[in-house]
């Protein structure tokens, strides 16, 4: 079964692949939008993660806003794509996985160099404008992937894009829940596990669901960055039920 599903993901990550190359650069960006919906669901499908989506009664999605959450598992881009279609902003580390790194590239995703502020400086000018062209960014504003029932400091750098593009943030609260509802061990990424065992032990497990909550949008007109960043934090928290501290 294990060999199999092995199978299955290396044919789906060569198709992700093919696409890249060959589809992307014919299609316009709605189509390629819809194409890496497509890809992530199915590759959530294949790595038995059941996708639930939920949101408070009444509340509407952000026409146009950046998109954060909490970060627990590589599998979080897939997740939200699955979702909703965004270009992300990811470490540097992540280019360098193999075959994710490239098809990451590939659907746009944005890789920031760790500590260097010259990298900040030009990737946020980056993510103004590709706000401003229409374009829906996400980011996980701890900087690096947690242990289920923790949640780091927000950093707030990146929120500024959102003020000066004029856009409010639209949190995401992530967790990835067993049968009985309590965090799944299996999707933790942390330390020094490799991508390989963090997919190995994805791969073993059952029933895994990753519940996305969609919370109330925060403006960022007349608002400073690290009051954004707090107030993102404090909604997140909540909704995963953590403490706020």
Request: charged share 20%.
């Amino acid at each position: 079964m294990i060999a199999y599903q092995y199978l299955r993901i290396s044919a789906h990550l060569l198709a992700g692949l093919w696409t890249c190359a060959v589809v992307f650069p014919r299609t316009d960006a709605a189509g390629r939008e819809r194409r890496i919906q497509r890809w992530s669901g199915q590759l959530l499908a294949i790595c038995g993660v059941q996708l639930e989506v939920r949101h408070l009664a009444g509340q509407q999605p952000a026409s146009h806003a950046m998109i954060v959450a909490n970060h627990v598992s590589w599998l979080d881009i897939f997740v939200i794509n699955s979702h909703q279609p965004c270009r992300f902003v990811a470490k540097s580390d992540v280019r360098d996985w193999p075959l994710i790194g490239w098809l990451s590239s590939k659907a746009g995703t944005v890789f920031l160099a760790r500590g260097n502020r010259r990298d900040v400086r030009r990737i946020y000018a980056g993510l103004v404008g590709a706000v401003h062209a229409g374009e829906r960014i996400a980011f996980f504003p701890e900087g690096t992937t947690t242990e289920q029932g923790q949640l780091l400091p927000f950093h707030a750098n990146l929120f500024e894009a959102a003020i000066e593009a004029a856009v409010p943030v639209q949190p995401y609260a992530l967790r990835y829940l067993d049968a009985s509802g309590a965090p799944h061990p299996a999707v933790a990424f942390i330390g020094d596990m490799s991508f390989a065992q963090s997919i190995a032990a994805i791969l073993r497990a059952r029933e895994i669901r990753a519940e996305l909550v969609r919370l109330p949008v925060i403006e960022t007109a007349g608002a400073h960055r690290r009051d954004i960043a707090s107030k993102t934090r404090q909604s997140v928290a909540q909704a995963l039920g953590h403490p706020e501290s």
